[in-house]
């Protein structure tokens, strides 16, 4: 069978051509353009589609996909005339004309495809009102000889839509999204697939009469509400949705009619295209379903998420976010005994529940000013515990290899690690060694506002990870009460002490490698990086920095832009922020209420002292093994990538 077949190259047609010469069909295709004709594709004006000298002389059978979306009613009604001037030219014997559900009447309760179609087209939308328009000339146009198909599609779904929502909600400046009209009406749905697939058999068996509608809608429709949930959920479009009630919506519609009207603007239609959406519709394509021989039915859900580009996501979650549990755990070996231990591990372990003994080994024996008592790390090592704790100075971290030695029990190691790749392979070494795991003590993966961020991401799709900029600033590193910190071009202290938390976490989600793609420092007066920005790169991912001390206050914040929405998470305080929106007030203000909120929590920790950061507990509990879903993101093994990154960058910055 000979076809022509118009506007092959838009959204719908996608893959028709293909299908239909795979059927065996001969398929010359047209689009707008300069005439002429390459191989079987012609081209020329739509106003001369019948004079185009370019085509061939007959046509079994025509499909018209071409709509004037930019044009007004008339010159799609003069296009269409066209349209049927050729075809009685090349004695076309059956018309195929892709229209849409949209072109029936809105106070039609059951859609089905002897339904009443809308006779006054400036009731509709702009493109329905294309639709009705079109439709209408054609069936009352069309001659008896030619056979003529309506094909009604619903909105479809499939690999390069422009946009999953259309007309049905708007984003409200809290990341929800509102329904427009009545939720409770079918969202009517149809895949490209079955559209493509309807077509062929269409052609391969033409209607017995004169003229056919086929309803092209899956009976497995959602509601407009379990629709826009979806987009939610599968698309991030927002974090869930909302609905006027129906009453809300018939006054809105009287005041958006008065005020057109009084602007001399009646003839838009406000009423009528409001109301238009109140009615509970549904759809019935049964009839279609038994012309055709197919099952309309699709999982419109998958065909949602596949419809838009990059929804498949380029990381995986460090954890799933669980519950802190209690610790059963008997002995603690600690080595090291200083600042870190009382600040935020003793209080940690009272939050696990921990009524075990404490052992602990420091340079200096004796007992602290609580009344533990220490013993000389110098001549004495911990045995079999429980929980093995280095937390010495970073750069006597390695030493404690040696100090562990055969003990038994999990390591859990203050951060940093270590500071070279010779010292990172012994560690790894150490951790392949032994029964029990080694961690590491990346807390502020685990910090109120990253759990935050992974439970939206689990439950709204982010799609891929596309840019992470971190800004990190600190007081000066002369302030810091560790000689060793100060030292900063030896101890590195900037990157790989005050700012390491925060390229993890910027880093975190790499599934390859990362790569240094560019970086430069600067230096102060007294000798110390005072300046570090680049960007590095991974599997599609990269992560921009600006890292600094000095003068400034203390701040950090990373943005995280994913495919479908951008989180961002401050610290200092420890704020989380979602952005499914425009850019609006709201969003900053939220934003602001979230900072509020935190600074209050600090001042009320303060006050009690007490601390509400649980991200410690969460640390040593999974170093005890008693959360699970967090303890596999700090092992050595996950973050031995992370410390490579950050020694390529080292030997950029500090040239060791």
Not at 35 to 62: I, M, Q, W
Not at 117 to 140: H, N, W
Not at 326 to 350: C, E, M, N
Request: net charge positive.
């Amino acid at each position: 069978m000979r076809i022509m077949l118009t506007g092959h190259r838009s959204f719908a047609a996608q893959g028709l051509r293909e299908q239909l010469m795979a059927a065996g069909h001969e398929v010359v295709t047209f689009n707008r353009g300069p005439a002429g004709r390459d191989g079987n594709a012609v081209s020329g004006s739509v106003e001369e589609l019948a004079s185009n000298p370019h085509f061939d002389a007959t046509y079994d059978t025509v499909i018209n996909y071409i709509l004037l979306k930019d044009d007004n009613v008339e010159r799609n009604v003069a296009y269409v005339a066209t349209l049927l001037d050729f075809c009685q030219r090349k004695s076309v014997k059956h018309l195929i004309h892709i229209s849409s559900i949209s072109s029936f009447k809105a106070s039609e309760r059951v859609i089905h495809e002897g339904a009443k179609l809308e006779t006054v087209p400036e009731k509709k939308g702009s493109y329905g009102s294309l639709k009705s328009a079109t439709d209408l000339y054609l069936i009352a146009k069309t001659p008896a000889a030619m056979k003529l198909t309506m094909a009604r599609p619903a909105f479809i779904l499939g690999p390069g839509v422009i946009s999953p929502i259309v007309g049905t909600a708007a984003r409200l400046p809290w990341n929800r999204m509102l329904v427009v009209g009545n939720g409770q009406s079918r969202m009517p749905l149809i895949g490209r697939d079955q559209v493509n697939a309807a077509i062929v058999k269409a052609v391969a068996n033409p209607p017995e009469g004169a003229q056919e509608n086929l309803m092209l809608v899956a009976p497995n429709s959602p509601t407009r509400v379990e629709y826009l949930q979806a987009c939610c959920e599968e698309l991030g479009c927002g974090n869930g949705v909302s609905s006027f009630p129906k009453f809300m919506w018939w006054g809105l519609a009287v005041f958006g009619q008065a005020v057109a009207t009084l602007i001399g603007k009646a003839d838009m239609q406000v009423y009528a295209k409001l109301t238009a959406r109140l009615p509970a519709q549904r759809y019935d394509s049964s009839k279609t379903e038994q012309r055709l021989g197919m099952k309309l039915d699709f999982d419109w859900r998958r065909a949602l998420r596949a419809a838009m580009d990059g929804q498949e996501p380029n990381f995986v979650p460090p954890y799933q976010v669980g519950p802190l549990p209690k610790t059963r755990a008997k002995l603690i070996s600690y080595l090291g005994f200083g600042r870190i231990v009382k600040q935020k591990h003793l209080p940690a372990l009272k939050d696990l529940g921990f009524a075990g003994k404490i052992d602990a080994f420091d340079i200096v024996a004796g007992k602290d000013a609580t009344g533990q008592e220490i013993r000389s790390i110098r001549t004495e090592r911990p045995g079999d515990s429980d929980l093995i704790v280095v937390a010495s100075p970073g750069t006597a971290h390695i030493q404690a290899i040696a100090q562990i030695g055969t003990a038994g029990g999990p390591v859990l190691v203050e951060k940093p690690l270590c500071y070279s790749r010779e010292e990172l392979a012994k560690w790894q070494e150490f951790a392949a060694g032994r029964k029990a795991p080694v961690y590491v003590c990346h807390n502020y993966r685990f910090k109120q506002n990253v759990r935050q961020m992974v439970e939206v991401l689990a439950k709204f799709n982010p799609g891929g990870l596309r840019h992470v900029h971190v800004h990190f600033e600190s007081p000066p590193v002369s302030n810091s009460s560790s000689a060793w910190m100060r030292n900063e071009r030896v101890s590195r202290t900037l990157l790989l002490d005050f700012s390491l938390h925060f390229m993890d976490l910027a880093t975190m989600f790499g599934r390859t490698p990362w790569k240094v793609d560019s970086v430069r420092h600067e230096l102060n007066v007294q000798g110390q990086t005072a300046l570090i920005d680049g960007i590095l790169r991974s599997d599609g991912q990269a992560v921009s920095f600006l890292l600094r001390q000095g003068f400034g206050p203390r701040r950090a914040r990373i943005l995280y832009n994913f495919q479908n929405y951008s989180v961002s998470l401050g610290f200092f305080p420890d704020t989380f922020a979602v952005y499914m929106s425009n850019d609006n007030p709201w969003q900053y203000k939220a934003e602001k209420k979230a900072s509020m909120k935190a600074t209050l929590q600090k001042i009320k920790d303060k006050l009690t002292n007490r601390e509400s950061d649980d991200s410690h507990p969460i640390a040593l509990a999974a170093a005890l093994g008693e959360a699970s879903d967090y303890a596999a993101c700090i092992r050595v093994e996950a973050l031995a990538p992370f410390y490579d990154a950050m020694f390529d960058l080292s030997k950029q910055v500090y040239g060791i």
